[in-house]
């Protein structure tokens, strides 16, 4: 059974920081693409940021230079490095594993606020 469990969401301040880390299981990790989804409320599901399993990152234009994507295969997870956060990136976030099937994380909440 495929299992994607976020974690690292959270409550912080503009200008502040985290990180959210994804662990999966069920899965060949090292074949697949994971990627961070994020969906605000009344907002379709979009995509923040993605790494290949050769280590190729994509990114939102929106995130670019603040968001930063890893993975470490020895450990089957991906992580989303988030700074300078601003409240338009109040969303949940969702991981996502894409190889010969889609699957998602139950999501993790990021709320940016004063």
């Known amino acids: 059974q495929v299992q994607l469990v976020e974690s690292g969401g959270g409550l912080v301040q503009p200008g502040g920081s985290l990180r959210l880390s994804c662990a999966a299981s069920g899965i060949t990790f090292n074949l697949y693409t994971m990627g961070w989804y994020r969906q605000a409320p009344g907002k379709q599901r979009e995509l923040v940021a993605s790494i290949s399993n050769s280590g190729t990152t994509n990114y939102a234009d929106s995130v670019k230079l603040r968001f930063t994507i890893s993975r470490d295969n020895r450990k089957n997870t991906v992580y989303l490095q988030m700074s300078s956060l601003k409240p338009e990136d109040t969303a949940v976030y969702f991981c996502?594993?894409?190889?010969?099937?889609?699957?998602w994380g139950q999501g993790t909440q990021v709320t940016v606020s004063s």
């Open positions: 996502n594993a894409r190889f010969n099937g889609h699957y």
